[in-house]
């Protein structure tokens, strides 16, 4: 069974950063390509950065381009998303997902495959 552990999360003052960790077990981390994604309270899940296989290609939302940034361990089977300049409307419970024969970037949650039970970032103004 695929486990993805997603943590770092928790309340930062607005302008804040925090990092976030995606573990992954059981899977050939260096296969996969990875997403973040976030809900806020009331609001569909939304898609925010994804890194292809081996880092080469990434993704942003335009929310969060410029101050967010992913990137991925293969060695340790950790995927990261640092997180800069917060602001109160990047709260939300942050997921992390993966996909399998990830050689693209995906944007979609449909492209994914795994997913893991999210860590909450709170930011406050």
Known sequence: QVQLVESGGGLVQNGGSLRLSCAGSRLPFSNFAMGW???APGKEREFVA????NGGRTNYSDPVKGRF??????????MYLQ????KPEDTAVYYCAAKTYGLTAPTSRNDYDFWGQGTRVTVSS
């Open 50 to 53: 994804a890194i292809n296989w």
């Open 83 to 86: 997180m800069n300049s917060l």
């Open 37 to 39: 994604f976030r809900q």
């Open 69 to 78: 940034s992913i990137s991925k361990d293969n060695a340790k089977n950790t």
